[in-house]
T-cell receptor, first 115, second 114 residues
C-alpha cells in the first residue's frame, strides 16, 4: 500500500545512546517532515526537507539531526538521547503543488522512550 | 504563519451534526485552510481543505466566510468512530521555497457519546 513507512514502531533507549529513526514514502512526494508529539500536546515540527538535498530546522531541532538520503527517505538521528526526547515521532510527506494537494500523509509513528 | 484558535474539547451524541469553528484572524492571501483528524496512537489524517466559500467531500464540509478570518468544519451525523482530535491549520500549501511547515496546535478533542 502506498504511504509513509516508519521504523521502528517502538524503541527504548538508555540516556546517552544514539539511534536513527527511518522514514520512507513511495508517493513521489517532494517534501518530508519530522514531528514529535508529547502527551496532550499537538505536533511540533523538528526538521523538514522541502526537496531532495535540502533540510531546515523546525520549531524544536535541538538534539536531533536529519538526512534526506534521496527523494524517498528522510531519517532522524538522536546522537545522545535524553529523557526529554521521550515522545511519539511522526514522519510526514507532502506533494507541494496547489493543483494536486491532498494534504500531508503521516506515518503510523515511532514511540520512543528514553530511560 | 497564521495562528489558529479552536476549542479545546467538544462533546456530541451519535447522529448529531458537529460544527468545529477555527479562528485565524491573520490569514494571508496565499493561505489555505486544512483540517486533520487524529485517532489515538495514529498519525493525523487529512480530512478537507479549502480557500474560500464551501468545500464538501465524502467525510465533511468546510465553510469559509468571505473575510476568511474563521472556518467551520462540519461533520454530519457523527458516530462513535468520529471520536478523535481535530486540527485546523492555515498555511501556503505550495511550499517550494523557504516555507515548508504547518503549525499543529493542540486541536479540538471531540468525544462522541452513544
Amino acid at each position: 500500500n502506498a504511504g509513509v513507512t516508519q521504523t521502528p514502531k517502538f524503541q527504548v533507549l538508555k540516556t546517552g545512546q544514539s539511534m536513527t529513526l527511518q522514514c520512507a514514502q513511495d508517493m513521489n512526494h517532494n517534501s518530508m517532515y519530522w514531528y514529535r508529539q508529547d502527551p496532550g500536546m499537538g505536533l511540533r515540527l523538528i526538521y523538514y526537507s522541502a526537496s531532495e538535498g535540502t533540510t531546515d530546522k523546525g520549531e524544536v531541532p535541538n538534539g536531533y539531526n536529519v538526512s534526506r538520503l534521496n527523494k524517498r527517505e528522510f531519517s532522524l538521528r538522536l546522537e545522545s538521547a535524553a529523557p526529554s526526547q521521550t515522545s511519539v515521532y511522526f514522519c510526514a510527506s507532502h506533494l507541494t503543488h496547489r493543483e494536486f494537494n491532498y494534504g500531508y500523509t503521516f506515518g503510523s509513528g515511532t514511540r520512543l522512550t528514553v530511560v | 504563519l497564521a495562528k489558529t484558535t479552536q476549542p479545546i474539547s467538544m462533546d456530541s451524541y451519535e447522529g448529531q451534526e458537529v460544527n468545529i469553528t477555527c479562528s485565524h484572524n491573520n490569514i494571508a492571501t496565499n493561505d489555505y485552510i486544512t483540517w486533520y483528524q487524529q485517532f489515538p496512537s495514529q498519525g493525523p489524517r487529512f480530512i478537507i481543505q479549502g480557500y474560500k466559500t464551501k468545500v464538501t467531500n465524502e467525510v465533511a464540509s468546510l465553510f469559509i466566510p468571505a473575510d476568511r478570518k474563521s472556518s467551520t468544519l462540519s461533520l454530519p451525523r457523527v458516530s462513535l468512530s468520529d471520536t478523535a482530535v481535530y486540527y485546523c491549520l492555515v498555511g501556503d500549501i505550495d511550499y517550494g521555497g523557504s516555507q515548508g511547515n504547518l503549525i499543529f496546535g493542540k486541536g479540538t478533542k471531540l468525544s462522541v457519546k452513544p
